[in-house]
Each structure stands twice: as structure tokens, then as C-alpha cells.
């Protein structure tokens, strides 16, 4: 099973700030990797699809980046509405997710 | 729009059964394939299984190998997971999540999400 790395684990970021997610694959999944957002009491939200491509509707603010066994999920200016948790999914050798990363605010 | 619509909370005692629905629409149903994730309380996402657009195959986590079931009623675009044996480690809120044509891609829509409790 491909073991998926996310990092940090939460971080408080102030609104307006860039932010920088990270999500490492135990072996390499290719550019099969999505990042998804969920908010308290939702259904995840689907962002990013093939490592860097939006989702519909996503909002041009957040990015992803990387291949192989490295990814980077980038927001650049921070809105009230993103505080979120963010979950990277690998889908090239079965579907594995990472644990999250919880973005609050500080 | 695609839609997914999941069937209500459900409360079971440990050993039983339990089956929760997802019915689709809003897309052509038999194109494309269906994963369903769980969601402990508090925890991240773990991925249950996967159901191809005919609903002849299916694929399992290994850890639910052999108490899981999935099927697909094409008739009314609806799909099924039913988890035997409940245990307390199974409470969870089960989604179902629309993927492409393939299976191999990301999961762009999801239901909202169903409540399973396993108490005595």
C-alpha cells in the first residue's frame, strides 16, 4: 500500500498570508494526485486533480505542484473561507489518502 | 447538476448488518465508476472500495475483505455498501464519491454523507 505523508499535521496562518501544504508518497504515483478541503460537518471538495490541474470552480488562488513522490499544495492569499482541513489522495496504484492538514486561524 | 444522495443515519448493534444508499443523478450512471470512503469521528478519510459502471466489478480494502459488499442498480442510478459484522471500529460517516471513467482518477463529486453507529 502506497503510505501517503502529509505536512504539517495544522498550522494557524493569519488571513491574506500564503500558504504551503506538502504531501509525500511512500513511491512514486506518478502525477495521480488530488487534493481535496473539507470543512467541519462537510463533504470533502474536490481542488486539485492530476497534481496541478483545478477542479471547476476552484478559485486561481490555490495550486499544485510536483511529481513522483513530492506535491505541494499552495494557496496564496489566505480567505476566511479556506480555513479547512486538506487531504492529498494518491490514485495510481489503488486510492490512498493522507492524513490531513488542518489550517486554522492564528 | 450531479447530484449524490445518500440514504439517513443509521444506528447498529455490534454484529449486525447495515446497508446505506447513494442514488445518482444529474450524469449518465452507467459511465462511471464509484468509490466509497469512510470518515471515523475525529479522523481523516480511509478508502472502502470501488464499483465499475456495469457494477459487475468491485474492488475492497483489504481490511474489509470479506465483510463488504457493493452493489449497483443501474434501473435506479442507485448504488449500494453493505458492511456485515459490525464492529464499534466501524462507526463512521460512510461517502460515496463519483470517479471517472477509468476508476483512476480523483473524486469530483460526493454525497453527504452517511452516519453509521455501532453501540450497544
Known amino acids: 500500500e502506497i503510505v501517503m505523508t502529509q505536512s504539517p499535521a495544522a498550522l494557524s496562518v493569519s488571513p491574506g498570508e500564503r500558504v504551503t501544504l506538502s504531501c509525500r508518497a511512500s513511491?512514486?504515483?506518478?502525477?495521480?494526485l488530488a487534493w481535496y478541503q473539507q470543512k467541519p460537518g462537510q463533504a470533502p471538495r474536490l481542488l486539485i486533480y492530476?497534481?496541478?490541474t483545478r477542479a471547476t470552480d476552484i478559485p486561481a488562488r490555490f495550486s499544485g505542484s510536483g511529481s513522483g513522490t513530492e506535491f505541494t499544495l499552495t494557496i496564496s492569499s489566505l480567505q476566511s473561507e479556506d480555513f479547512a482541513v486538506y487531504y492529498c489522495?494518491?490514485?495510481?496504484?489503488?486510492?490512498?489518502f493522507g492524513q490531513g492538514t488542518k489550517v486554522e486561524i492564528k | 447538476q450531479v447530484q449524490l444522495v445518500q440514504s439517513g443515519t443509521e444506528v447498529k448493534k455490534p454484529g449486525a448488518s447495515v446497508k446505506v444508499s447513494c442514488q445518482a443523478s444529474?450524469?449518465?450512471?452507467?459511465?462511471?465508476?464509484m468509490h466509497w470512503v469512510r470518515q471515523a469521528p475525529g479522523q481523516g478519510l480511509e478508502w472502502v472500495g470501488i464499483?465499475?459502471?456495469?457494477?459487475?466489478?468491485?474492488s475492497y480494502a483489504q481490511k474489509l475483505q470479506g465483510r463488504i459488499t457493493m452493489t449497483r442498480d443501474t434501473s435506479t442510478s442507485t448504488d449500494y455498501v453493505e458492511l456485515s459484522s459490525l464492529r464499534s471500529e466501524d462507526t463512521a460517516v460512510y461517502y460515496c464519491?463519483?470517479?471517472?471513467?477509468?476508476?483512476?482518477?480523483?473524486?469530483?463529486?460526493w454525497g453527504q454523507g452517511t452516519l453509521v453507529t455501532v453501540s450497544s
Open positions: 444529474g450524469y449518465t450512471f452507467n459511465s462511471y465508476y
Open positions: 489522495q494518491q490514485y495510481n496504484n489503488w486510492w490512498t
Open positions: 513511491q512514486s504515483v506518478s502525477s495521480n
Open positions: 464499483i465499475s459502471p456495469t457494477g459487475d466489478s468491485t
Open positions: 464519491a463519483r470517479a471517472g471513467d477509468s476508476g483512476f482518477t480523483a473524486l469530483d463529486y
Open positions: 492530476d497534481a496541478s
